[in-house]
Structures are given as C-alpha cells and as structure tokens.
C-alpha cells in the first residue's frame, strides 16, 4: 500500500542518500516551494524496492503533549501494519529514544 500525501501537498526534494547499506529516497513534500525546516513537511524514506523505512508528517503545529512511550509503541505498530502488514510481522521492536534537535540557517 503507497502511503497517500495531503492533498495541497507537493514534491519539493528528493535526495538519494545512505541509509542501512543500501542506497534510499528522501522525498519532502510541502506547500510551499521553498524548504522551510521544522515546517509543514511529509518527509517519506523509501528504498528502490519500495518499502518505506522511515516517514515523518508534521503538518500542522500544536501544543499537544506527547503519549507515553507504550502509547507511541501502539501507534507505530498500527500505522506500520497498516501500510504493510507483511513487514510489520518480520520486524522486532528496539526501543524509543527521545531526541531533541536544533535547526540554524547558513546565516547562523
């Protein structure tokens, strides 16, 4: 199953990069044409086999709290078995990190 992309939204960039030694597609999808980081954005990473090994969706800005990690564990697993269920039984849970990250312009 292809995951569907927001309706308004468009293909700003594609990278082809590293990812688990192979080589993968970095797709960024906005509104608008010019990159704006920690905006609005669909961000899929896909390999040339088409499976989908990260994706990240931030598409309206809130002040919700974060679920706990049993909780984010439960959407995770859902949202993976419902674009590929097959996959989903083959892979093995990790672990959850919390990250912080900081974004500058090339302007400082």
Partial sequence: MKMIIRSG???IETIRAPFNQQKVNIR???KE????YNGPHITIVEDSHG???EFSK??????????NDNEARLIAEQ????YDSQRFLELTFIGIEDQVRYFWSKDG
């Fill in 79 to 82: 949202i993976i078995n419902k």
């Fill in 58 to 67: 931030l598409i309206t800005k809130n002040n919700f709290i974060l679920p």
């Fill in 33 to 36: 044409a010019k990159i704006e």
């Fill in 9 to 11: 939204f468009q293909l």
């Fill in 51 to 53: 499976i989908i090994h």
């Fill in 28 to 30: 960024r999808y906005q």
